[in-house]
């Protein structure tokens, strides 16, 4: 009979070490969720911890842009040259395209070797951003 009480007895305090928390107020908060039209259940920190993310990548001037970006041979075809220049002075710069597609255009304004600012026209949607190399998005415009 001591053996089976001796036994529950360090079953239960081994249970209870496993699974509670030492201290209650160190507790998480609870994350609110949000059901997605799919049915999908995604919690709104995750989301805001993916956009920051997003937006903190996005708002940077990446090497591999400076090592495929070509020379511009004739800065007038670019529109968002003109609304940049309400944040900096474009001719001051050598102008690099980093991409041309369909969807989007980066141009590079290069002291140099170096990028100082970058604009991205999102096409289909008419946005603009303009991206310092040390202060990150210094502007956003729809062109």
């Known amino acids: 009979m001591k053996k089976n009480l001796f036994l529950i007895g360090a079953a239960a305090m081994f249970l209870s070490g496993c699974g509670g928390q030492q201290n209650p107020e160190e507790a998480l908060p609870d994350v609110p969720e949000e059901v997605e039209a799919d049915g999908d259940v995604q919690s709104l920190a995750q989301e805001s911890e993916e956009m920051s993310e997003n937006e903190s990548g996005e708002h940077k001037i990446h090497a591999q842009e400076v090592d495929h970006a070509q020379p511009v041979s004739d800065p007038s075809n670019y529109e968002e040259l003109t609304h940049a ?57 729809k062109i």
């Open 85 to 141: 220049k309400e944040h900096f002075t474009p001719e001051d710069y050598e102008i690099r395209v980093a991409n041309d597609n369909p969807g989007n255009r980066v141009l590079l304004f290069m002291d140099g070797d170096e990028p100082v600012f970058k604009t991205v026209l999102i096409k289909n949607q008419g946005l603009l951003k303009i991206i310092s190399s040390d202060k990150g998005l210094i502007g956003q415009t």
